[in-house]
């Protein structure tokens, strides 16, 4: 029996149609006029049709360039709304994706290794699980980069010397993405080159663990110890809001143990950490003890691993509806807030009974100590508040310490990041009540001295005694 | 313009060195370059005051604290952008980009090859080490595969870049190679790359003593390098060897080395051509030293003129002002439709 059936008339996909157009002048009906609203799903403007005069010839569907910009209108089915829309993760067939769990390994005892800061960095990471290193050779880190490329190969890793640090970054971007381990060695021209990519990965949720061991700036300065990218990495990483904890070892055994702890901290909380070195503390040799256990990762539910278990998942940093784009600015200072909560490290020496206060992270901490010691023989009541997170900056930990205090003595190698620090910390947590602050500062290369910090503090006191 | 700047003869006598420790290891290519410079620049007649050296980062890029003129140490990779800025600043300048196989290739590497599309009229001097000299011994862009350095200990992995195939792709209008070693060549080509109008690209093969030693060995060592080396002179065939024995001919599309004996052998031989329009032989050229069976090309491989960018950059601005007439920003407020772009 003969059927005669309408041809099918178009429909627009709005989440599909770019708005290109071509519709619209292949349409001989008029039917099809360019769009005045955005699509919150696509951030493009699709066309709009009106059906009265079509008579559906088809010729919208031959113009269209999109695969899913127009679709046929079938009079006799009904169209389900969900059909107009990107199709959503709930309605995907693909599993839900798991996590497949690491392990931690028992690591048989073995003599403490005599190592410079850089290797002891490297090794951490190794111990970590870390098997995906990307670089680009810069003094005075590349020796870490280059332990990494000798041990990497037959550890089943990956070693890659990228064109530039830009390229460094954006390859931990791709290999964190995966959800796999990744780091990079790098000094502070380098780091500046790498923060667009930071910006992106903590846009993103994407971790990795950059160990800046700083050197002299700005510019091109020198290759000496400074600790002037305090700025950077605790205000500065790229546009947005970002932040990402920010750990300051002070010596060999700590370069290992933190670089240990800033692999767990990145994948905890999906987000970047930094390692703040300076050159001095890279060169160092030291006595390194190796931990009991070793970590073998296991794939997060999130990594875009490239199986079949995570087909689901999605890696980006883009939300170009703005509701959305603030619910994920929401999301992210809620876990920078839990950091602040529950992050913050530091080290303290001789605080207890301190009525003289040295802050200092890096290896000034190291001749502060040395300073404290001195003081402290000669009578005076001096303690050493050591950062062992820059950000958070640990004010939990400091704050009962203050009551006590006649003077606060900041010791660092830039011109007053840590202060800076130490001042917006204190500014946050509503501390008026605050001892006099001075400073030790050195910059370019220059490390401050055990005695000028004592100087320092004697003068401080003297001119108390005196008035 | 001044793309051959009058000789000054004040300047012929000026002295190129400046007070700098020089701070090179003992025994690198890269004080045979220096010298040579020091030689060319007042030959070139231009005054030392309009003479700039920029450079980016690595062991070739100290060259501007060692010479007598305006010298830019810039950021790594970046030369030819900073070198872009000087010349339209500035573009009577005599502008030398001081740069290493590193520097220019990897982290450089977009720079570079705009600077050569756009054709500014500047000088680009590349040493190639085929290393990271400055940093210790790592991998470049133009290490062979299977070199063992400190981050590639059980051999590089990746392919090098060709820097004479790479320009000439990019669209250089002069490109020529020379050895450190070989100091007359050296500055003969530093003459003519400054004689040419546009953007001249020299590479220069340069041993790294103490990363790299010997890495040019065939084309450097007495014994053996008049086998390994032909000299590029513009209309004379391709003929080398001690004795002048061997020449290169066009197979198909592929160059091929043929023994000469005898006038009938000399047949088909190629004759070289600088100015050569289409780069399918420039480029062949080029790929030789990828070739064992061949030998190394050295001198200038193409000397092409063509409109150069600072050249129609100012030309631009003149043309808009003579149709638009000079501008005056206090009417341009108040004109209609300054503000509708169409
Ligand atoms: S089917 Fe034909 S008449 Fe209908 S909208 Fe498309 S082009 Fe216009
Ligand atoms: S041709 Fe397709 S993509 Fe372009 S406006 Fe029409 S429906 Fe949209
Ligand atoms: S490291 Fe090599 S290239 Fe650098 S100055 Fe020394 S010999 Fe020359």
Partial sequence: ?467 | MADNPAVDQKSAKANFASDQDVRWCPGCGDYAILAQMKKVLPEIGVPREKVVFISGIGCASRFPYYINSYGFHTIHGRAPAVATGVKLANPELSVWIITGDGDSLSIGGNHLLHLCRRNLNVNIILFNNQIYGLTKGQYSPTSPVGKRTKTTPYGSLDTPFNPMSLVLGAGASFVARTIDRDTKHMAATFKRAAAHKGCSFVEVYQNCIIFNDGAFQSVTDPKIKQENLLYLEDGRELVYGADNDKGIRLEGLKLEAAALNGPESRNGLLKHQETMPDEAYTYLLSKMTERPDLPTPIGVFRALERPTYDEVFMQQIDDVTQKKGKGNLKELFITGNTWKVD
């Avoid at chain 1, 950490?273 to 040799?285: A, F, P, R, S």
């Avoid at chain 1, 875009?304 to 087909?311: A, K, L």
Wanted: proline content about 9%; some cysteine; charged content about 20%.
């Fill in chain 1, 1 to 467: 029996m003969l059927q005669t059936r309408e041809r099918p008339k178009p429909v627009v996909l709005p989440a599909y149609c770019k708005g290109c157009g071509r519709c619209v002048s292949a349409c001989p009906q008029h039917c099809i006029t360019l769009g005045t609203e955005i699509n919150p799903e696509s951030g493009l403007i699709p066309v709009e049709i009106d059906l009265e005069k079509c008579n559906g010839c088809g010729l919208c569907f031959a113009a269209c360039p999109e695969p899913y910009g127009l679709t046929a209108y079938d009079p006799l089915m009904d169209l389900d709304e969900s059909y107009l829309k990107f199709p959503d993760e709930d309605s995907s067939t693909a599993p839900v994706p798991q996590e497949i769990s690491g392990e931690t390994l028992p690591l048989p005892p073995v003599e403490p290794l005599m190592i410079k800061g850089t290797y002891a960095a490297a090794i951490g990471a190794l111990l970590a699980g870390c098997r995906h290193f990307f670089g680009y050779p810069i003094t005075p880190s590349t020796e870490g980069a280059e332990l990494m490329a000798k041990l990497l190969p037959n550890l089943n890793g990956v070693f890659v010397q990228a064109v530039s640090e830009v390229a460094t970054v954006n390859m931990m971007y791709g290999c964190g993405g995966a959800g796999m381990p990744c780091m990079t060695f790098t000094s502070s021209p380098g780091f500046s080159l790498m923060l667009e990519g930071v910006s992106y990965m903590i846009g993103a949720e994407v971790p990795g663990v950059f160990i800046n061991i700083m050197r002299g700036g700005p510019g091109l300065g020198n290759i000496g110890p400074e600790q002037a990218d305090i700025k950077l990495a605790c205000r500065g990483l790229g546009h947005g809001n970002t932040h990402a904890i920010v750990l300051t070892p002070d010596s060999p055994q700590e370069m290992l143990d933190l670089t240990m702890l800033a692999f767990e901290l990145t994948f905890k909380y999906r987000n970047p950490v930094v390692l703040l070195g300076d050159g001095y503390l890279g060169q160092i040799t030291g006595k390194v003890k190796l931990p009991e256990r070793m970590i073998k990762p296991g794939i997060p539910s999130w990594g875009v691993y490239g199986d079949d278990m995570h087909r689901r998942n999605l890696i980006c940093s883009i939300q170009l509806s703005e509701p959305d784009l603030e619910i994920h600015n929401l999301h992210l200072n809620e876990k920078y807030q839990r950091i602040i909560e529950s992050e913050q490290r530091a080290d303290c020496f001789h605080c207890d009974d301190a009525d003289t206060l040295i802050i200092a992270a890096n290896t000034p901490a190291r001749m502060a100590k040395g300073a404290v010691q001195v003081l402290r023989d000669r009578g005076v009541k001096a303690g050493l508040f050591r950062p062992i997170t820059l950000w958070p900056f640990p004010i939990d930990i400091l704050a009962p310490l203050l009551p006590k205090l006649r003077q606060i003595v900041i010791v660092e190698a830039s011109n007053g990041q840590l202060e800076d620090e130490l001042r917006l910390a204190l500014s946050h947590a509503e501390i008026i009540d605050v001892p006099p602050i001075s400073h030790v500062r050195h910059f370019g290369g220059v490390l401050p001295q055990q005695q000028e910090i004592i100087d320092r503090v004697l003068e401080t006191i003297d001119t108390e005694v005196t008035s």
